[in-house]
């Protein structure tokens, strides 16, 4: 059974640009997470999604950032006009109904 | 109310000796304390976790120990290795299936 996947696992964008990150969670989960941690820090909760629906977007910057979990594909990150202050480690968690939460590897986004 | 304090921000332990990292939270309304282990460029890895109804979970040379009553749990790593160096970050929320609110981490060092 696979792991969480993440891609890419390295992101550049100049300002400007707009960032896709990917998450295909555990076969089985049907729950996905998003956090973000910057450089020395603990994680920050940004999105909780289910199968086409946002549970829980308390977390996420009112502009610019988006998600979306497909009924069929992987979820999305979408971070639209990225400025400096986006660069960090993105992190996709996923569990199943009521379980505990699995992290995929990350996507590391740097904006030049 | 929402945040999670975690104390040490390093720590240096000889191999064999035991390493303690502690955490302590606010809101009464948490019930699930997990912590995590984090290698350089590596997604969080669930190491153990732990519910109030408990004051103590031990699996293999990991512990945690839970206070309640003063809001208060550690983790306790015996016959500390050098393969156990890494960042631990306690978490905590409302249940397993929802959002994680996060220590800032504690790198430890564990020296041969």
């Known amino acids: 059974n696979a792991g969480v996947m993440q891609n890419p696992r390295h992101l550049v964008r100049r300002r400007g640009q707009e960032a896709r990150l990917r998450c295909s969670p555990m076969k089985g989960h049907s729950h996905v997470y998003w956090y973000r941690q910057l450089p020395e820090e603990g994680l920050k909760f940004m999105v909780y999604?289910?199968?086409?629906?946002?549970?829980?977007e308390s977390g996420m910057p009112k502009e610019r950032f988006s998600a979306e979990f497909p009924k069929e594909g992987p979820s999305i990150l979408r971070i639209q006009q990225v400025v400096r202050g986006d660069s960090a480690a993105y992190f996709c968690?996923?569990?199943?109904?009521?379980?505990?939460?699995?992290f995929g590897p990350g996507t590391r986004l740097t904006v030049l | 109310q929402q945040q999670v304090k975690q104390s040490p921000q390093s720590l240096i332990v000889q191999k064999g000796g035991i390493s303690i990292i502690n955490c302590a939270y606010e809101?009464?309304?948490?019930?699930?304390f997990p912590w995590y282990q984090q290698f350089p460029g590596k997604g969080p890895a669930l190491l153990i976790a732990?519910?109030?109804d408990v004051s103590e979970k031990k699996e293999g040379r990991f512990t945690i120990s839970f206070n309640k009553s003063a809001k208060q749990f550690s983790l306790h790593i015996m016959d500390s290795q050098p393969g156990d160096s890494a960042t631990y970050f306690c978490?905590?929320?409302?249940?397993?299936?929802?959002?994680?609110?996060w220590g800032a981490g504690t790198k430890l060092i564990i020296k041969p």
């Open positions: 978490a905590a929320s409302r249940n397993s299936n929802y959002q994680l609110i």
């Open positions: 809101n009464t309304a948490f019930d699930y």
């Open positions: 999604l289910q199968k086409e629906n946002i549970i829980d």
């Open positions: 968690a996923s569990s199943p109904q009521g379980g505990e939460q699995f």
């Open positions: 732990i519910r109030p």
